[in-house]
């Protein structure tokens, strides 16, 4: 009852932006504020189809319309008790565009709310403009990469990619190395997905890449090159048509890093310290292409190809106290290719049909190489390791949208996945100057199937909305390895509930939960015994169950105008059938596998802030707390404490970057990960309006140490990694587009209000 009065209090005023060429314009702002005292009262952004609805309560409001490249527009509005205004169409005359800088009054913040995801979006950060997304998405808050590249958030690593919405067959790393961050228009964050997505991985994380919706023809080109042999040029070419949509592109990059390491280990048999360099470098290249076609104004076809090479080396070169040397190596890598196929049905003004075909496969052949030799460098111990076999996965899906009324909207679908992959091992000793073969050709064959069914329902009452949804998934696993094979089934429900609450126009609350699922990798089920080096192996555990997680958030933004924004947002996880990558003793090895290790609980804060006090200065800062436990036999507590900062002057297109990170102590699997704290310094230079020189300086003053302590039941192990220094890059970035210049008219079509829009 409280939210059915709470919604006849409130107004409604919509409408259409459109330009003088009757095209709509995508992303104007509209602001309305109150008379007479002109306090800001509500406002949002145009969606797609250049449609606009703002809430207000009843009175008299000044609307302001504004896009960039446009003459601003003012319209008076009077709003009653649950009443619609509509404004119909609103056009806003072109203007000359200067070179010089255009000021908007309003902007999105770079962290939003958009009803279950949390937008990011770089604006014109510099340190993040110039390089990866990989590298800007350190200066995310909640989002941690580790000298490893590994990307956490909400302090785990079982992270779901998407890219435009599509998964692919790249590891998250090795994708997000690629994507230059110029050309990503947002990142969705998804840490409590809803039925409709997937409930593989405790977090999706969805890069959409920029589009241009507009008429004409845009390239862009940009070429990179860094200390320590880290180089790479990537670009591509568009064509915008009123029916036709096509891009083609291709990269080829180099990114390596070097790091001087230092690692003591000792057992009751053995202790050893070896200290040395350790290199890791991967070198992806390949095409990309994308077509969409619009048969109709309610029919689409979409798609997308990608075709190309990857591989990724890592070696190790270090000298023991015993005066020994060690010398290994690891090359893997081969071919990768996805297909996406995809139609969209819109039929009887607020249905949707959507279906898609995916198909993606991934090379891995692998070449491990290991000496170990004496201080009068004979070889006294060697193998080598020689694995190939690919990977795939075949995804089909349904997905059906009825928006049966403004708020009201119902989806459900279908999604069936298929993944599998072949692998043959064969290792080889070093005896009498050459390696031979040792013990048979080893093979295994992995294949999981999943089935998933799922229905939702969203409404918004006033300024709460609200989403309920169900999934329920079928999943069958099947390890075959010789003679040998490990099953396992499961049929698993996995609901979710979102709710949010705007106060008004700059405070939001929202409220969420859901049931999420991890399956392990097909390498950590494999049961083949692997050498690692003369004193270390790794061995799969077939009996290995999915983890299962509980996920509870909740939310607050609140934004202060153009001065800026804040937030906080807390949560809570327990996985059940934790999996730990664990070390032990054995004999005279060190051997590490995967367990199910109890569970564990995972609860933390974020809070992050936005001020922009003068024209020519943004300070930007995060604190992320989390206490992590684990429950086995006992309690393992660790408590992480994560802030960043960046301090950036500059106006327009010329700016200054210093930013810094701060990573307290962590748990890792079996010990500790010691403090640790970079800066970073960020240049951006424009040498005309299509082309910029962006200079980074990474760890300038050098104090970027991962410092690890493993300890077990007769073992112990410490290590530390020393990125080498100095890390250095620069970057040429070419932008052009010729939109403006061909935009034509084009025949008005219907448009529909249906549609949500974010407000801010």
Known sequence: MFLLVLSQLTGTVKGYVYGED?????????????????????????DLKGYFEVTLKPGDYLLKVDFVGHEEKSLKVSVKAD????????VLKQMAIEVQ??????????VTYEGEKKVIRFADEITSKGSSTLDALKNVPGVTVD?????????????TLLINGKPTVMQISEALRQIPASSVERIEIITNPGAKYEAEGRVIMNIVLKKHHDEGTAASLMGRIGTFNNYGVSGSIGINTRRLKFTIGGNYFVFARY??????????SFEFTSEGVRFYRMKPYGVRSSLEYRITDNDVLTFEGNF???NFAMGWNGKYDSGRETDASVDIGGKRLSVFAGYTRNFLRNHTLDVSIYYGMRGGNENTVNYMRDADGNVVYGFKRISSGPSGRWRGKVDYTWQYSKHRKIEAGYQGDLWNSYDTTRYYTYSSGNFVQDGPTLTSRYRRTTHAGYFSYS???????????????????ATYVEDSVYTFTSTDPFPSVHLSYNLNVSNQISLSYSRRVWHPRHWMINPFMRVIDEFTRQKGNPDLKPEYTHSFEASYQRIFGRRGYAGIEAFYKRTDNNIEYIPTYEGTNVLYTWLNAGYTTSSGIEVYANYHPWKLLTLNLSLDVYDHRVYLDSVTRSLTYDAKGSVTFGRGPIGLQLSGKYSGPRYVPGGVQRAMYTFDLGLRVPLSRSIFVIAQFNDFLGTGVREVEITGEDFRQVSSHRRKWPSLSLMV???????????????ERETSPEEEVPQF
């Open 733 to 747: 970035m070419y932008d052009y587009n010729n939109f403006r210049r061909f935009r034509k008219p084009t025949k």
């Open 83 to 90: 009443e619609v205004v509509d404004l119909g169409r609103i």
């Open 101 to 110: 800088e255009v000021e908007v009054e309003a902007q999105a913040p770079k």
């Open 259 to 268: 790091m001087d390491s230092r690692t003591s280990t000792s057992t009751p």
């Open 147 to 159: 000298n490893n590249d590994n990307v956490r958030i909400r302090n785990t690593s079982n992270i």
């Open 459 to 477: 409404n918004r009452l006033g300024n709460f909305s609200y989403s309920l949804g169900l999934r329920v998934e079928r999943t069958e696993r």
């Open 308 to 310: 190309g090479f990857w």
């Open 22 to 46: 009757r095209s709509p314009l995508i992303g104007a702002v509209v602001i309305a504020y109150t008379l007479p005292d002109t306090q800001k009262a509500g406002g949002t952004y145009t």
